[in-house]
T-cell receptor, first 114, second 111 residues
């Protein structure tokens, strides 16, 4: 089954404790992206990757890091989480061709930073 | 800068009614527009993808239309059911690896 898998789905952590949210897709997609969703603000892009070893900032990259060492994986790293990073996070992927392609989403990871 | 707007923010209708959700975008230079459904606390499920060269796409009771020149898309839901209750989002792709999302319309279908 074609899917985007995120882990963990739920996480409560404390300020400053490094964490990683994993994302994996099994569709051989070139493009992967991370979003955060907050009430009243909609979906905002954090980082995206056009291919292995190629990443770029989205609209709200501060406080986050990413890496794309393999085509299928695109982890999101919070080096020193703060309460304002409490949010619902989504990973998404698409073929990434010139016309964009259909975007597929993971189930989301709800993060609470105390 | 591309902006995507969805009005109304919330909509409540009785079961069986046909309804239309709206999505507007400011820059008509798009490659595609996609409609999604999101249930509370869940991920986004793709409903329909319309390429810029297409006027509409259909899937079951759903029909999405695209008018690039006026910067508008509509999602038509026929014979609505309580199970259609969810938030519906649209997103446009204008190139440069960024998809721009609207803030969604929260739909409630009353039994």
């Amino acid at each position: 089954e074609a899917q985007v898998t995120q882990n963990p789905r739920y996480l409560i952590t404390v300020t400053g404790k490094k964490l990683t949210v994993t994302c994996s897709q099994n569709m051989n997609h070139e493009y992967m992206s991370w979003y955060r969703q907050d009430p009243g603000l909609g979906l905002r892009q954090i980082y995206y990757s056009m291919n292995v070893e190629v990443t770029d900032k989205g609209d709200v990259p501060e406080g986050y890091k990413v890496s794309r060492k393999e085509k299928r994986n695109f982890p999101l790293i919070l080096e020193s989480p703060s309460p304002n990073q409490t949010s619902l996070y989504f990973c998404a992927s698409s073929l990434g061709d010139r016309v964009g392609g259909e975007l597929f989403f993971g189930e989301g990871s709800r993060l609470t930073v105390l | 800068k591309q902006e995507v707007t969805q009005i109304p923010a919330a909509l409540s209708v009785p079961e069986g009614e046909n309804l239309v959700l709206n999505c507007s975008f400011t820059d008509s230079a798009i490659y595609n527009l996609q409609w999604f459904r999101q249930d509370p606390g869940k991920g986004l499920t793709s409903l329909l993808l319309i390429q810029s060269s297409q006027r509409e796409q259909t899937s079951g009771r759903l029909n999405a239309s695209l008018d690039k020149s006026s910067g508008r898309s509509t999602l038509y839901i026929a014979a609505s059911q309580p199970g259609d209750s969810a938030t519906y989002l649209c997103a446009v792709y204008s190139g440069t690896y960024k998809y721009i999302f609207g803030t969604g319309t929260r739909l409630k279908v009353l039994a």
